[in-house]
C-alpha cells in the first residue's frame, strides 16, 4: 500500500495567517492527489483535486501544489469557518489511502 | 443535481449481519466507481474499498477484505455494504463517494452492542 504522511496532525492559528499543511506519498503518484476539509459533524467536502485544480466553489484562499511524493495545502489567510480536519487521498495505486487528517484550531 | 443518499442509522447486536445501502441520482450511475469510507468516532478516514456497479468489478483494501462485502446493483442506481457477522469494533460512521471523492453521501452511523 502507498503510506500517506501528513503533517502537522494539528495545528493552531490566528486568523488572517498562512497555513500549510504537507502531506508525503511512499511512493511517486503524479498528481493523483486530492485535499478534503472535514467540519464537525459533517461529510467531507473536496477542495482541490489533481494536486492543484481548486474544486469549483471553494474560496480562493486554498490551494494546492506538488507532485511525486510531496504534496502541500496552503490556506493563504485563515478564516474562522476553516476550522476543520484536513485530509489527503492518494488515488493513484490501489488501495486508495488517505493521510492521517490535520485537526485545525483557531487561536 | 448530482447526489448520494445513503440508509439511515442502524444498532445492531455483535453477530448479527447488516447491509447498508447509498444510492445515487443526478448521473449515469452505472458509470461512476463508487467507494466507501470509514471513520471511527474521534479518528480519521479510511478507505475501504470501491466498486464500478456497471459490472461490479470491486477492489478492496487488504485491511477490510473478508470483513465486508461491497456490491451494487445499477438497476436501481445503488450500491451496497454488507458485513455477515458485526463486531463491537464496526461501530462507526460509513460514507460513500464517488471514486474521486467529489460527491459524498451523508453518512450512515453503524453502532454495534450487546
Known amino acids: 500500500d502507498i503510506q500517506m504522511t501528513q503533517s502537522p496532525s494539528s495545528l493552531s492559528a490566528s486568523v488572517g495567517d498562512r497555513v500549510t499543511i504537507t502531506c508525503r506519498a511512499s511512493q511517486g503518484i503524479r498528481n493523483d492527489l486530492g485535499w478534503y476539509q472535514q467540519k464537525p459533524g459533517k461529510a467531507p467536502k473536496r477542495l482541490i483535486y489533481a494536486a492543484s485544480s481548486l474544486q469549483s466553489g471553494v474560496p480562493s484562499r486554498f490551494s494546492g501544489s506538488g507532485s511525486g511524493t510531496e504534496f502541500t495545502l496552503t490556506i493563504s489567510s485563515l478564516q474562522p469557518e476553516d476550522l476543520a480536519t484536513y485530509y489527503c487521498l492518494q488515488h493513484n495505486t490501489y488501495p486508495h489511502t488517505f493521510g492521517q487528517g490535520t485537526k485545525l484550531e483557531i487561536k | 443535481e448530482v447526489q448520494l443518499v445513503q440508509s439511515g442509522a442502524e444498532v445492531k447486536k455483535p453477530g448479527e449481519s447488516l447491509k447498508i445501502s447509498c444510492k445515487g441520482s443526478?448521473?449515469?450511475?452505472?458509470?461512476?466507481?463508487i467507494a466507501w469510507v470509514r471513520q471511527v468516532p474521534g479518528k480519521g478516514l479510511e478507505w475501504m474499498g470501491i466498486?464500478?456497479?456497471?459490472?461490479?468489478?470491486?477492489k478492496y483494501s487488504p485491511s477490510f477484505q473478508g470483513q465486508v462485502t461491497i456490491s451494487a446493483d445499477k438497476s436501481i442506481s445503488s450500491a451496497y455494504l454488507q458485513w455477515s457477522s458485526l463486531k463491537a469494533s464496526d461501530t462507526a460512521m460509513y460514507y460513500c463517494?464517488?471514486?474521486?471523492?467529489?460527491?459524498w453521501g451523508q453518512g450512515t452511523t453503524v453502532t454495534v452492542s450487546s
Open positions: 443526478g448521473f449515469t450511475f452505472a458509470t461512476y466507481w
Open positions: 466498486i464500478y456497479p456497471g459490472d461490479s468489478d470491486t
Open positions: 463517494a464517488t471514486a474521486l471523492m467529489d460527491v
